[in-house]
């Protein structure tokens, strides 16, 4: 595995094993989260590269190991999309995004449909979880100058402070994230793609509730119903299975 940056973005880059002819696949990780916990940590980037597949973690700016944007307009859907779209060198890959990731994911084929080969569509909202957020009130709270009034906003602070191990910069970084992601709301139109999806939704996710709506604009989509919560879904060996299956 190497681990340079690029396009401003940290990136783990697992060599395939045995032939390696298949496409590379790029994995897309959730917000307030990293490639090692949603990839790595999950064994689901080594069992691709087992299969002879050069695999692709990022760190989505702000997250892990990637700088902090530069500002919001740096860290809305199309700006990130096209920055992914960027680490892959030419050529048809696969991805699979989780989450934030998956709504990344859905964007590529609006950049580059004949380059985006099958895709997996795990743990996604069908509306724009950021919507609602003040983003003036997110940054008192991750800064612990007001408490927030807003369990939202108490609920994002929460996981920005975790992610950010301490770090007033990166904690910052993530809130001008969620400003740029508010700005360019996840509101899907038909599928751009040159194939359906594959989605995955865990049974007891509520982020996920309503998705059937999404998985219409999609003909000949499939939607897969994993055990677990939203965090659970990506952790079983059930969303492994979908992917092996679908990327196979």
Do not use: N
Not at 61 to 78: F, I, L, R, W
Not at 92 to 108: K, N
């Amino acid at each position: 595995m190497t681990m340079p940056h690029a396009a401003d973005l940290a990136v783990r880059t697992f060599t395939p094993q045995g032939d390696g002819d298949g496409p590379p696949v790029l994995l897309l990780h959730g917000f307030a989260s990293d490639g090692r916990q949603d990839w790595v940590e999950t064994g689901i980037a080594e069992e691709l590269a087992a299969a002879g597949r050069t695999v692709i973690v990022p760190d989505l700016p702000g997250h892990g190991d990637s700088p902090p944007p530069a500002g919001p307009g740096s860290a809305t859907a199309p700006a990130i999309a096209a920055a992914l779209l960027a680490l892959v060198d030419g050529g048809a890959f696969d991805v699979v995004g989780y989450s934030l990731g998956a709504r990344l994911a859905w964007e590529l084929p609006e950049l580059d449909a004949s380059r985006v080969r099958r895709v997996v569509l795990g743990g996604l909202s069908p509306f724009e979880p950021f919507a609602a957020v003040d983003v003036a009130a997110l940054r008192e709270a991750v800064t612990g100058a007001a408490a927030p009034g807003d369990p939202l906003v108490g609920m994002l602070a929460g996981m920005i402070g975790h992610a950010a191990h301490g770090s007033p910069e990166r904690a910052a970084g993530l809130v001008t994230c969620v400003a740029g992601l508010r700005s360019t709301p996840f509101e899907p139109k038909k599928w751009a793609g040159d194939s359906p999806p594959l989605f995955v939704a865990g049974a007891d996710d509520q982020m996920t509730s309503g998705i059937e709506a999404v998985v219409a604009l999609a003909p000949g989509a499939r939607l897969a119903r994993v055990p677990g919560d939203h965090r659970l879904a990506l952790t079983g060996a059930e969303f492994r299975a979908e992917i092996g299956r679908t990327l196979g």
